[in-house]
């Protein structure tokens, strides 16, 4: 089968299949393609610092995927600098990265350092949906007056990294 490419203007590329040379297409045809591909995308957000993956993030992210085709994921490098009632990462921001874009959930990362740089993730993102834990009912939190709608993930799954770190701390002094 020959595939050679046939070259257009704008860097389009299309391929002749067999003996048959496709049609040429416009560019307008193309960009009108993709606009249509991309109708009913629904772009979810959730920022965290998923350290040591648990049952409990698998139960969020699936979440999140039921309510959105792309799950962007904004990934705190250490929470612990900001908050000092934070737990310091055990894991390095790269090995977080690793696992985390391995999940079949997750479809992009993007690290943050500070609350403030968080703020400007969110705002420079076209996001429809951002996911927050039923804990941030009620509470402020960064980006609010952003006026994102917000999916309250339920965290009646009984897991927490602080609770995972504390069972890793018994089961090696036991």
């Given amino acids: 089968m020959d595939t050679r490419p046939l070259n257009f203007p704008g860097n389009v590329q299309l ?4 003996s ?3 049609q040429s297409i416009s560019l307008q045809t193309i960009k009108l393609f993709l606009n249509a591909m991309t109708i009913n995308k629904t772009t979810g957000v959730i ?3 998923f350290d040591v993956i648990h049952p ?3 139960h ?5 995927k039921e309510h959105c085709n792309t799950l962007l994921l904004l990934l ?11 737990l310091k990462p055990i894991l390095t921001l790269e090995e977080r990265i690793l696992i985390l874009s391995s999940l079949r959930q997750v479809d992009e990362i993007i690290s943050y350092k500070t609350e403030a740089e968080l703020l400007v993730l969110l705002k420079s993102q076209a996001i429809d949906v951002r996911f927050l834990g039923d804990d941030y009912q009620g509470k402020e ?17 009984g897991w927490s990294t602080t609770k995972y770190k504390e069972l890793l701390a018994k089961t090696l002094t036991d």
């Fill in 47 to 49: 920022a965290g610092n």
């Fill in 76 to 86: 705190h490098e250490d929470p612990s600098i900001e908050r000092k009632q934070k």
């Fill in 60 to 64: 969020l992210f699936n979440e999140c």
């Fill in 141 to 157: 939190f960064t980006g609010m007056e952003l006026n994102i709608p917000i999916h309250y993930l339920e965290r009646s799954h």
């Fill in 56 to 58: 409990g993030y698998i």
């Fill in 15 to 18: 391929a002749e299949v067999g």
């Fill in 20 to 22: 048959r040379p496709l």
